[in-house]
C-alpha cells in the first residue's frame, strides 16, 4: 500500500489552538423554576439583543449542592428562550456533575472547589514555566521566579506573582476569591483571570503589555494598576 504525502500547502483537515472569545456570563442563583423563568423572562425583555443566539457561561456557583436535579430544568428554560450555553462554572459536586452530564463543559480555569480548601505555604517554583506545561497551586499563592512562558498555563487559589515575563495564562483565585490579585514584572499574557473574571490578549490595554503591574477585580472589572 502507498500513501501519499499531502502538498506542503495543503489545508489540514483539523486544527486545534486557544482562542480566548468573549462570552456572556449569566448568574443563576437559589431561586424556584418559576421565579427564574419570571427573572430571565424580565432580562431578555430589557436587553433582547444581547441574548438571542449568544454563546453564555452559567455560573451556577450560587446553587447548593442538592439543586443538582434542577440543572436539566434550567438548561430547558434557557433553551425555550433561544440562549446557548457553551460553558458552566461551578463547584466540584453534584451541580457540576449535571451540568457536564448535560453536555455543558467547564469553563477552562473556573472549576471552584466543593469546599473552601485549607490554606498552604506559598508555592514557589524557581525555574521557568515553559510553553506547554500547566501548573496549579493548591489552596496557597503561586510564586513563580522566572518567566511563564507563551503557551504555558498557570493558577492559584490565592494570589499569583511572577517575577519574570508573563506571558503564558494565568488564573488567579481559582476558588472563587475574588480578593486574589496577579502580580507581574513583565505583564504580556494571553490571558488573565480571577475569580472567573477574564481578559483576553486582546481585551488587554496596550498601555500595560510590557510593564510590571498588579492585576484586581474592583467594582466588578478586571483592573490593572502599576507596579513600584
Not at 472569545?21 to 436587553?47: K, N, R, S, W, Y
Not at 513563580?144 to 504555558?152: F, K, R, Y
Amino acid at each position: 500500500m502507498t500513501y501519499m504525502a499531502a502538498p506542503p500547502h495543503a489545508n489540514p483537515p483539523l486544527r486545534l489552538r486557544a482562542s480566548p472569545h468573549l462570552m456572556v456570563t449569566l448568574e443563576i442563583g437559589d431561586m424556584t423554576p418559576t421565579a427564574f423563568e419570571a427573572a430571565l423572562a424580565a432580562q431578555i425583555a430589557a436587553t433582547p439583543s444581547l441574548f438571542w443566539k449568544t454563546p453564555l457561561v452559567l455560573d451556577l456557583t450560587g446553587l447548593a449542592p442538592d439543586a443538582a436535579g434542577d440543572v436539566p430544568g434550567i438548561l430547558a428554560t434557557l433553551g425555550q428562550f433561544g440562549l446557548v450555553p457553551a460553558a458552566a462554572q461551578a463547584r466540584r459536586g453534584p451541580v457540576l456533575d449535571a451540568a457536564e452530564a448535560a453536555g455543558i463543559a467547564p469553563l477552562l480555569g473556573s472549576v471552584a472547589p466543593a469546599e473552601p480548601a485549607e490554606r498552604r505555604s506559598t508555592m514557589v517554583v524557581r525555574h521557568p514555566i515553559r510553553s506547554g506545561q500547566c501548573l496549579h497551586a493548591d489552596g496557597t499563592d503561586l510564586v513563580v521566579l522566572g518567566p511563564v512562558s507563551a503557551g504555558a498555563e498557570i493558577s492559584a487559589d490565592g494570589c499569583i506573582h511572577v517575577y519574570g515575563a508573563l506571558r503564558g495564562a494565568a488564573f488567579a483565585g481559582a476558588g472563587g476569591d475574588s480578593d486574589a490579585r496577579i502580580y507581574a514584572k513583565n505583564l504580556n499574557p494571553s490571558r488573565v483571570s480571577i475569580a472567573g473574571l477574564w481578559l483576553g490578549a486582546e481585551e488587554i490595554p496596550e498601555a500595560w503589555r510590557g510593564r510590571p503591574a498588579e492585576v484586581r477585580i474592583a467594582e466588578g472589572l478586571l483592573r490593572f494598576e502599576p507596579l513600584p
